[in-house]
T-cell receptor, first 114, second 110 residues
Framework: NAGVMQNPRHLVRRRGQEARLRCSPM?????VYWYRQLPEEGLKFMVY????????ESGMPKERFSAEFPKEGPSILRIQQVVRGDSAAYFC????????????FGDGTRLSIL | DQQVKQNSPSLSVQEGRISILNCDYT??????FLWYKKYPAEGPTFLIS?????DKNEDGRFTVFLNKSAKHLSLHIVPSQPGDSAVYFC?????????FGAGTILRVKS
């Protein structure tokens, strides 16, 4: 399967714990994006990364959220000290280097906070 | 504010007929628009896109029309099939990110 791979598919955390969401882009893609979908809403941009660089984090909450895309391995979205409001579906997308290429999405991680 | 609005939360269509999904946007400039389809518990799947230098783009049963003067785009699905039942999102590329509408639920009845 050469698509965008996200894991885990479902993640349950208690308030105050940390959540780590992983994303492996499509083969040949070097651009990774994270989006969040709250219940009954559309997807909202969070962050855009290339290898080892955060390019645009304008959609990231100022506290508790961080993202990385290391030279080796998947991109990680990290949420520290989770709260109930963090419950959502988190989607990762990737794209290639050419302009006007569509972003291709993974199946998401559904995060539930108890 | 680079808004994208889908004003119809849902649409119901008979199998074999045309489905028309609509989307309005603000603050036009050179833009790239996309349509995605999403099934429950899955990620959005790219369907078709259009650059603002064009008025129309067609791919099989899917055609997207762009009316720049009205700041409106629409997705036509002909003929509609039960497997097309899903949530459809229009999106606009803004810088390096996509700005999504709230989605329209399409139900195709057999």
């Amino acid at each position: 399967n050469a698509g965008v791979m996200q894991n885990p598919r479902h993640l349950v955390r208690r308030r105050g714990q940390e959540a780590r969401l992983r994303c492996s882009p499509m083969k040949g893609h070097s651009h990774v994006y994270w989006y969040r979908q709250l219940p009954e809403e559309g997807l909202k941009f969070m962050v855009y990364l290339q290898k080892e660089n955060i390019i645009d984090e304008s959609g990231m909450p100022k506290e508790r959220f961080s993202a990385e895309f290391p030279k080796e391995g998947p991109s990680i979205l990290r949420i520290q000290q989770v709260v109930r409001g963090d419950s959502a579906a988190y989607f990762c997308a990737s794209s290639g280097d050419r302009a006007n290429q569509p972003q291709h999405f993974g199946d998401g991680t559904r995060l539930s906070i108890l | 504010d680079q808004q994208v609005k889908q004003n119809s939360p849902s649409l119901s269509v008979q199998e074999g007929r045309i489905s028309i999904l609509n989307c309005d946007y603000t603050n036009s400039m050179f833009d790239y628009f996309l349509w995605y389809k999403k099934y429950p518990a899955e990620g959005p799947t790219f369907l078709i896109s259009i650059s603002s230098i064009k008025d129309k783009n067609e791919d099989g049963r899917f055609t997207v029309f762009l009316n720049k003067s009205a700041k409106h785009l629409s997705l036509h699905i002909v003929p509609s099939q039960p497997g097309d039942s899903a949530v459809y999102f229009c999106a606009r590329e803004y810088g390096n990110k996509l700005v999504f509408g709230a989605g329209t639920i399409l139900r195709v009845k057999s």
